[in-house]
């Protein structure tokens, strides 16, 4: 019970608020339909807004599921993965680049400096497998669900961290992220049956570092097993 980990407590509550944004919706206690076309009326403008407003607080470390989520139920599923993945994706290029080009400063003058920070802890965890594929290390990284922003400027602060495998490996997975995170905000405004549908789809998406860490421990236990046998 000790090892409770942020993202499913994270991710449990995303579930009760969306329930609860579904049952307003359903029960005509909030017009959905009537918020996007004011929004509409707006035209490039919100999204120019959305697109400014999310990478500022993102790159404090807003979730950025929340962002794509909100992407879906304001400008719908094709717009809302374009705004919404351009969005993530800058944000994590301007995390990285930050971190990188103003190193010294960042961590002279930034509390993320100290030993008992995420972005520290990661960085000390990437460094110790940098020897292996860097697309790799990116793409895990970002499947473990580790904070989005923070892990970005980790792999900044990271001298021998290529940008070039930061970039498509983020590009990558946000792809996913989107995907998911769009079709659970489409999902409010279906009935019951299609958005617990989305939800379990969901919860089988958050599943994945477990899936992942079985992975690992099952294949160590079995060389361990080779080695004794």
């Not at 000790?2 to 969306?18: N, S």
């Not at 617990?196 to 160590?220: C, D, E, G, T, W």
């Amino acid at each position: 019970m000790r090892k409770i980990y942020k993202y499913e407590l994270l991710g449990f509550f995303t579930i009760l608020i969306l329930f609860f944004i579904h049952y307003l919706a359903n029960n005509n206690l909030l017009d959905i339909e009537n918020i996007k076309s004011l929004i509409g009326n707006y035209g490039i403008y919100s999204f120019i807004i959305f697109f400014l407003f999310f990478i500022l607080l993102s790159l404090i470390g807003f979730p950025i599921n929340v962002c794509i989520t909100l992407a879906a139920i304001l400008f719908g599923t094709i717009n809302g993965f374009i705004i919404s993945l351009l969005t993530v994706t800058v944000s994590g290029l301007i995390a990285f680049n930050f971190s990188k080009y103003f190193k010294h400063k960042f961590i002279k003058n930034h509390p993320y400096s100290q030993d008992k920070n995420i972005i520290t802890k990661i960085k000390n965890n990437i460094e110790k497998h940098l020897h292996s594929n860097q697309l790799k290390i990116i793409i895990m990284l970002r499947l473990m669900f580790l904070p989005y922003i923070e892990t970005s400027y980790a792999c900044g602060l990271i001298e021998k961290f290529k940008f070039k495998f930061f970039i498509l490996g983020t590009f990558l997975i946000n792809i996913i992220y989107c995907i998911i995170y769009i079709y659970l905000g489409n999902s409010i405004t279906k009935n019951l049956k299609y958005f617990v549908m989305a939800i379990i789809i969901f919860v089988i998406f958050l599943s994945i570092p477990r899936i992942i860490k079985y992975i690992k421990l099952h294949r160590i236990t079995n060389e361990n097993w080779k080695i004794f046998h």
